[in-house]
């Protein structure tokens, strides 16, 4: 069983930058593909970032070169940098393990609780 937990979420403006953390325990995240989704209000949960077990990442293309997942092994954690962000980039992003099979993420039942990101002026 794995157990995660977010962090980082708030309040911003447009244009800002904020950093999302995620820490798992109960098992080491280093044998699973990692993925980011958020929800927006009435919205189906969409992946907007996902990243393999060996560390190479992949964006929607809402977010590409705004956003930049990375993790590390050793702490448990993967982290998602969000720059120059827009009002469509509110909602409530979930951290979420998983698999990667010929590049198509397929996410586990291991869930955060999420966190609330509101891009506002």
């Known amino acids: 069983q794995v157990q995660l937990v977010e962090s980082g979420g708030g309040l911003v403006q447009p244009g800002g930058s904020l950093r999302l953390l995620c820490a798992a325990s109960g098992s080491a995240l280093g044998i699973y593909a990692m993925g980011w989704y958020r929800q927006a209000p009435g919205k189906q949960r969409e992946l907007v970032a996902r990243?393999?077990?060996?560390?190479?990442?992949n964006y929607a293309d809402s977010v590409k070169g705004r956003f930049t997942m990375s993790r590390d092994n050793a702490k448990n954690t993967v982290a998602l940098q969000m720059n120059s962000l827009k009002p469509d980039d509110t909602g409530v992003y979930y951290c979420?393990?998983?698999?990667?099979?010929?590049?198509?993420?397929?996410?586990?039942?291991?869930w955060g609780q999420g966190t609330q990101v509101t891009v506002s002026s």
């Open positions: 990243i393999s077990v060996g560390g190479s990442p």
């Open positions: 979420n393990a998983g698999k990667l099979t010929y590049g198509i993420y397929y996410p586990y039942d291991y």
